[in-house]
Every structure is written in structure tokens, then in C-alpha cells.
């Protein structure tokens, strides 16, 4: 079991909190920093210090961390032109060293696109511009070197790019699919993912997702055991219940709600919960860590490492 820290700055973190996660995160050996991609969350909002960008957020990280890789949980097709984002994602890959994971989605929050100016269509239209943008996207980073790429979709065209930059990673960074949609979703993660992602649902649920992920994958020609399974889940650990109680109340949970509907109770109860998502199927957590500021509660997740098996490498 890989276990990557997953945080949500749009709850209220700058840059510089943001870096000091990641860089415990690194040293203490987990797999990966990723965040999500969001201006605003669709519940309370925390007015200060408003919204950070997630490549701008990452570009940073590239350069600032060594060897954990790096990703968005997702990024929205509504929010970014398929094709400066691939010349973003493929610069931050460079920087990094070949460590960035490309975690795209059809996006979802729509106060956050109307307080931003962003158009939010219908979701039939979110998904196909989500399949066009990777398949626009994919296409530039697959390109030859010296090579011409064109396409011409629905919503957005594409004539006689040179393809430039490349990433560092080659044929292109992972790319990161998640929902639990029945459909789409699953026939978009067969096409192109190459991890499939369950946020935020109970084990039986997360096991019928990867099932329906799995027969997208045969009814298009391609090996399921060629994805990676992974889920999400808040996750709230404290060596006895009253730490437990005291790091809940920090985000606004309660201990018995966050044992039932996530990761909640002492690093030995995560590890037996976690071992069941592994049961599911699933070859990586995400930890979602909600209080950024709260960097003892990261190396006591450390200890599910061991615990699991995991190496953090």
C-alpha cells in the first residue's frame, strides 16, 4: 500500500504552509503531496487567505522538494485551455525531475466557477470537454519530437502544434481519473487513466467502483490489472481518544462520525481500516489531512507505514 498526503488548500493555507506539509511529508517518507484544485468548496468558506493556484502551488514544490512526487486530486477540465495546460503540466514535470502525477476531472463546484467568472455548462458537456482536453492533452505529450499534432473536437481544436514542451516523464506523467459515476466516468478512466481513483465511499462501494472500472477496461481492449486501484478518505488519527477528540474538533468532525465515514481512531484502527480498502482492491490511499497547520499529526501517520508494509518509497 502506497499512502500519499492529500490536503484541500482552499480551506485556508498559503504557500508557505503548503510547503512546510510537503516537505514533512517527504522526510517522513510517505509516497507522494498531492492537492486538490479548487478556488472555493461548495460548503462554509474560510475568507482568508483565499485561494491558491495548483500549478503555480506545484511549480513551487518541483523545485523545493526532492523526491516525493507531486500531483492535483483533480484538476477541472472547466477550469484551464487544454493546451496551455499541457505546456504548464509538461514545465512543472521538468522541474520536478519526472515526479508529477496529472489528476484530471470534469469539475463539480459551481459557486466556486461563478465567483471566479469560470462557465459552468451542464455535465454532459463537462464530460466531453473533460475527454477532449486529455485526449488534446495526451496527444501533445505523446507527439514525436520533431512532429505536428492536430484535432479537431466538439468544443476544441488543435492545428499543426509543434508539441512542445515535453514533460520529463515519457510517454507523459500519470494521469489520475477519479469519481464513482457509472458510466462515463468508467469508459473515460479505461481510455486514458492510468490510476482510477474512489474518493469518499465505504469499502463495498469503493470495491463496485473498481468493478465497474474493470469492465470499461475489457470492453476496450485493455488489461485491468494495467490500472492502478486507488481511494480517499479523510483521515483522523490521535494516540489515545482524547487526541483523537481534540484533532476531530479541529475540523469541525466528531470522532465516532469520522471512525464510520473515514479514517478516524489510533494509527493501529487506520491500518485495520486501511487493510480493508486493500482488500477492496485498492494499491494506494490518499490520507485527505484537513488541519495543515497541525505537522505532529502527519508523523503520526507515519507510523502506518510500517504497520502496512509500506516503505514510502
Known amino acids: 500500500m502506497r499512502f500519499r498526503i492529500f490536503t484541500e488548500p482552499h480551506r485556508g493555507a498559503d504557500y508557505s504552509t503548503l510547503l512546510t506539509v510537503a516537505k514533512a511529508a517527504e522526510e517522513l517518507g510517505f509516497d507522494a503531496f498531492f492537492r486538490s484544485d479548487h478556488y472555493m468548496s461548495s460548503g462554509p468558506v474560510r475568507e482568508l487567505p483565499g485561494p491558491?493556484?495548483?500549478?503555480?502551488?506545484?511549480?513551487?514544490l518541483a523545485r523545493e522538494t526532492e523526491h516525493i512526487r507531486l500531483g492535483t486530486l483533480v484538476s477541472p477540465a472547466t477550469f484551464r485551455l487544454p493546451g496551455p495546460l499541457a505546456v504548464s503540466v509538461?514545465?512543472?514535470d521538468q522541474m520536478s525531475g519526472g515526479r508529477i502525477e496529472f489528476g484530471f476531472g470534469a469539475g463539480w463546484i459551481e459557486v466556486e466557477h461563478a465567483a471566479y467568472g469560470i462557465p459552468f455548462p451542464g455535465i454532459g458537456e463537462r464530460f466531453e470537454r473533460c475527454a477532449e482536453q486529455l485526449e488534446i492533452i495526451t496527444g501533445l505529450w505523446e507527439t514525436p519530437e520533431g512532429g505536428r499534432y492536430s484535432f479537431a473536437g466538439k468544443h476544441y481544436s488543435v492545428t499543426d502544434s509543434p508539441a512542445l514542451p515535453k514533460p520529463a516523464q515519457r510517454p507523459r506523467p500519470p494521469i489520475v481519473v477519479g469519481g464513482f459515476g457509472p458510466l462515463r466516468t468508467p469508459?473515460?478512466?479505461a481510455r486514458f487513466a492510468d490510476e482510477f481513483n474512489v474518493p469518499f465511499r465505504n469499502v463495498p462501494e469503493t470495491a463496485a467502483a473498481f468493478g465497474r472500472v474493470?469492465?470499461?477496461c475489457i470492453a476496450a481492449g485493455r488489461d485491468p490489472?494495467?490500472?492502478?486501484?486507488s481511494a480517499a478518505q479523510v483521515v483522523c488519527c490521535g494516540r489515545d481518544d482524547a487526541e483523537l477528540a481534540?484533532?476531530?474538533?479541529?475540523?469541525?468532525?466528531?470522532p465516532s462520525e469520522l471512525r464510520r465515514n473515514g479514517l478516524g481512531g489510533s494509527p493501529?484502527?487506520?491500518?485495520?481500516?486501511v487493510a480493508e480498502y486493500a482488500g477492496a482492491g485498492a494499491g494506494t490511499m490518499y490520507l485527505q489531512v484537513l488541519d495543515l497547520t497541525d505537522i505532529d499529526h502527519l508523523e503520526l501517520l507515519?507510523?502506518?507505514?510500517?504497520?502496512?508494509g509500506a516503505d514510502g518509497e
Open 187 to 189: 469508459r473515460l478512466a
Open 214 to 216: 474493470r469492465r470499461a
Open 225 to 229: 490489472a494495467s490500472m492502478v486501484y
Open 268 to 273: 493501529a484502527e487506520i491500518a485495520e481500516r
Open 52 to 60: 491558491t493556484d495548483a500549478w503555480i502551488t506545484l511549480a513551487g
Open 90 to 92: 509538461a514545465q512543472v
Open 246 to 254: 481534540k484533532r476531530a474538533t479541529a475540523i469541525g468532525r466528531e
Open 302 to 308: 507515519s507510523q502506518l507505514l510500517p504497520l502496512t
